[in-house]
């Protein structure tokens, strides 16, 4: 799948996590299952993380872009 070879391109960068500070908060997003089976892989393989910090991290990377 395309979501595959794009991850690929970069396996090799090192996974930086921002120190995340106050109080977090529960939220109910619907997400395709083939993106919860990868993400659920990919934090099975960085149990050193807290999977609300690889989610903030990746929303916030996500809105840098974007915004």
């Known amino acids: 799948s395309d ?3 794009q991850n690929n391109l970069h396996k090799h960068q090192d996974l930086k996590i921002d ?3 106050g109080d977090a ?3 109910s997003y619907k ?3 083939d993106i919860q089976t990868e993400f659920k892989r990919f934090c099975e ?3 050193q993380y807290k999977v609300q910090d ?3 991290q990746a929303f916030k ?3 840098d ?3």
Do not use: A, G, N, W
């Open 61 to 63: 990377e996500f809105i």
């Open 3 to 5: 979501l595959k070879s």
């Open 54 to 56: 690889l989610v903030s």
């Open 31 to 33: 997400i395709y299952q």
């Open 25 to 27: 908060t529960s939220r």
């Open 65 to 67: 872009k974007y915004e």
């Open 19 to 21: 120190k995340f500070e």
């Open 45 to 47: 393989k960085h149990k």
